[in-house]
Structure formats: structure tokens, C-alpha cells
């Protein structure tokens, strides 16, 4: 005889959290979980999305080590500290969701209860943990066997998903995003918690010229920017196709999304690559 799954105390104060908001209640019961989950989803990614503007921008202060140094000084403070612990709230969430996504879709893991409770609870477990690194900031890996690692597990992570979709007779570009999701989901949250391990990693500017003269690093990272970048201009797009109905404003939008993403994928590629001590 089955039994019902028992809940984690981590799960339960989750599910209370979420069922004390009177909106999240409501459309949990007349619309389900999915729907919020799906609109949480997109709500992250445009997050994710002005935050690849901002930091896109902000690293070409690299061009000029002075101005990087003094900019990093200005947020070396508790509270942009606070705020970058924040963004990785948004950024996980929408990297596992995504993840459920797929599991979903292609493989056939239609739990979709149990999957959405292991989406917020890993995330939480993803924040603290890195909060935890951040509050401790004296932690240390190897530059070349972390990204090597990570990029490893993400390329097995990219040939599963890809092994599973290509021979469906989706869009191309539609299996480029799960595939590019596949991929990113340990690449973003690698990068998160690498550039948080000690304040060097990603604040000094002498550290990071030195991690990005390496060639391999330089290849990663900018396989990293191009598909986080198409990534990110796919999902608009999607967005724009569902929710804009004026075919002459989809079609403007679709090509204004296109070109900022692509101006944008291009600088941050051709820093990576211009850049070195």
C-alpha cells in the first residue's frame, strides 16, 4: 500500500511561507503550482537578464584597471554584498526550474508536487550555503580544476538533453534553449559560488586578469556569455509571442531583443578575450 510522501521541516516551512500570501494561495488553488511556478520563472529570468546588462557593463571597466579597482571599492560594503547574496536567489531558482522544466518535457518525471518542493528547496539550500562562503570569505580552489569540472558537467549535462530532443520535430532555435538551459544550470551556479568564495575571486582586479589570461578560461567563459546571452533572448522572445498580439510591435520587439543581445553577447565575448594582465 502506498504511502503519502512525508515533508522535510524545510519543505513545510516552505509551503507555509508560501500559502500564508493571500495571492499565492489563490492562484495556487484555482490555477495550481505550475502557474506560479511558470511566472516566477520568467519574472527571474528578466532579473537575470538586467543583471547581465549591469554586469556586462560593469566589467568593461577591465579596459581600465584603475577606474575596476576604485569601482569595487566603492561596493566593497555590506550592503552590496547583501544585494549580490540576493541576486542568487532569482538566478538558481530560475537555473533548477528550468532544470524541472526539462525533466518534465523530455523525461518523463511527472511529479510535478515533488519536483517543484526539490526546485525551492535547493535553492534555499544553494543561498544559505553560499551565504555561508560569503560571510566566511577565506575559502580557496583550484582555478583550472573547478572550471574544468564545472565545464565537464555541464557539457554531459548539454549531450543528455541534447541526445533526448534533437530528434523531435521542435524548432531548432526552441532546442538550442533547452539545450543552452542544460548547460548553464551548472555553469551559472558554479560561477556564483566561485566568484563569492573569497572576496578576490571576483572583486580584485589583479586576480581576475590573471584567472582570465588563461586560454581555457577565456574559451569557457565566453562559450558561457554567447549562450547565456542567446539563452536569455529566446526566453523574451517567448514572452513577446505570448503576450503581444499586434504583429507589427511583435516583430519590432523580436528584432529590437534580438540586436540588444547580440551587441551585448559581443562585448561581453570580446572582453573576455581583449583582456589580459
Do not use: C
Not at 8 to 22: H, K, M, N, P, Q
Not at 62 to 80: Q, R, W
Not at 167 to 178: A, V
Amino acid at each position: 500500500m502506498n504511502t503519502p510522501a512525508q515533508r522535510t521541516s524545510i519543505e513545510a516551512f516552505l509551503a507555509g511561507v508560501l500559502t500564508r500570501s493571500e495571492k499565492l494561495s489563490y492562484y495556487a488553488s484555482s490555477r495550481g503550482w505550475g502557474f506560479i511556478m511558470t511566472w516566477a520563472h520568467r519574472v527571474a529570468g528578466l532579473i537575470i537578464v538586467l543583471y547581465m546588462f549591469f554586469h556586462i557593463v560593469t566589467l568593461s571597466g577591465l579596459y581600465a584597471p584603475a577606474k575596476f579597482a576604485s569601482n569595487m571599492d566603492f561596493i566593497h560594503n555590506f550592503f552590496f554584498g547583501f544585494l549580490e547574496w540576493v541576486l542568487a536567489i532569482p538566478v538558481i531558482f530560475h537555473a533548477l526550474n528550468g532544470a524541472r522544466l526539462i525533466l518534465y518535457e523530455f523525461f518523463r518525471v511527472r511529479d510535478d508536487a515533488a519536483m517543484i518542493r526539490w526546485v525551492l528547496v535547493l535553492s534555499v539550500l544553494y543561498v544559505f550555503s553560499l551565504g555561508v562562503f560569503m560571510l566566511m570569505g577565506n575559502q580557496h580552489v583550484s582555478v583550472g580544476f573547478f572550471w574544468f569540472t564545472i565545464f565537464i558537467v555541464s557539457l554531459i549535462s548539454a549531450v543528455v538533453v541534447y541526445r533526448k530532443l534533437w530528434p523531435t520535430r521542435n524548432n531548432g532555435f526552441w532546442k538550442l534553449q533547452r539545450i543552452s538551459g542544460a548547460f548553464l544550470l551548472p555553469m551559472v551556479s558554479g560561477h556564483i559560488l566561485f566568484m563569492h568564495l573569497n572576496y578576490q575571486a571576483g572583486h580584485d582586479i589583479n586576480t581576475i586578469l590573471v584567472r582570465v589570461s588563461s586560454i581555457g578560461i577565456k574559451a569557457i567563459d565566453s562559450a558561457f556569455v554567447i549562450l547565456v546571452f542567446f539563452h536569455a533572448g529566446f526566453g523574451l522572445n517567448t514572452i513577446i509571442g505570448d503576450f503581444v498580439e499586434n504583429t507589427r510591435l511583435k516583430t519590432v520587439l523580436t528584432v529590437v531583443t534580438t540586436v540588444v543581445m547580440t551587441i551585448f553577447a559581443y562585448a561581453g565575448t570580446k572582453l573576455i578575450i581583449s583582456v589580459n594582465p
